[in-house]
């Protein structure tokens, strides 16, 4: 079917990457058979990025989606689809980080993903499970030899691009002093009541671009609240342009990304 290209941002390790994505996360989690099914779907009207990651629980079915997807023509090679995963606080380790990539990799039946990302800059007992966890289980973080790791994978090829997820300016900053590779993506919470100016700034100046989750605020989700969707201002912008809230929020973030970050 025709679909409406969705712009690109060139990463700073030379690949694109699509600026709208499908997350992956989602609680209570459904069978992989129907997680399958809706993104093989997601596949059919369009998405060619979508966002997982190690403790989401949703990497196999994602990747038996992108088999799928092939399969039946929606889509003609791995190369048409930009995957995300991101490694797990449990294996935030010089020692651990490839065997986790690895494990990834195998769930999601590719011999690359096009982005990986340290999901928190934070690192927990290999024991724990989920996110049932306390202080206790926080245990020291070794963010110079971590990134070490990210970056072996990164020259191995088994990432295209590498990343960290939700660190601030601060934890960004140590990683830099240490860093031969420069992370190509900052993933972080960003939505028009929570715009990140300082540190989308501060990325800027790095060549680091600001990817976004919950960019609708987590609207109607377990958590976060309605401060985008319900927004009085959103919401007359949305209907002089006979577009819905979600849809104008898209249309601002992709115009600024594509301005600023290209």
């Avoid at 989602?26 to 369009?46: K, M």
């Avoid at 651990?96 to 690895?102: E, F, M, P, R, W």
């Avoid at 790791?149 to 691009?161: I, P, Q, T, V």
């Avoid at 990140?196 to 060549?207: A, D, N, P, T």
Wanted: neutral net charge.
């Amino acid at each position: 079917m025709e679909t409406n290209k969705v712009h690109e941002v060139i990463l700073n390790s030379g690949e694109k990457m699509p600026l709208i994505g499908l997350g992956t996360a989602t609680s209570p989690l459904p069978s992989n058979e129907t997680l399958t099914s809706i993104l093989v779907d997601a596949i059919d009207i369009g998405y060619r990025h979508f966002d997982t990651a190690s403790i989401y629980g949703t990497e196999e079915p994602l990747g038996q989606a992108v088999s799928k997807a092939l399969e039946v023509g929606l889509i003609k090679n791995r190369d048409e689809v930009f995957i995300t995963s991101k490694l797990w606080c449990t294996d935030t380790h010089h020692d651990l980080v490839l065997k986790a990539l690895k494990t990834s990799l195998k769930k999601l039946r590719l011999e690359y993903v096009d982005l990986y990302l340290i999901h928190w800059p934070v690192r927990l007992k290999q024991d724990v499970e989920g996110f049932n966890f306390t202080g206790e289980d926080v245990i020291p973080f070794d963010i110079k030899g971590t990134w070490k790791a990210m970056e072996d994978c990164y020259r191995l090829g088994l990432a295209k691009s590498i990343g960290v997820s939700n660190f601030g300016i601060k934890k960004l900053s140590l990683l830099l002093e240490n860093a031969t590779v420069s992370p190509a993506v900052n993933q972080v919470e960003m939505n028009p009541s929570w715009q990140q100016g300082k540190l989308r700034e501060f990325c800027m100046q790095k060549g680091i671009h600001v990817c976004a989750w919950s960019p609708l605020g987590a609207y109607k989700v377990f958590w976060g609240s309605n401060a985008v969707m319900k927004n009085p201002i959103l919401q007359e912008i949305a209907a002089a342009r006979k577009k819905s809230v979600a849809q104008m929020d898209t249309r601002a973030r992709d115009k600024c990304n594509c301005e600023k970050l290209q």
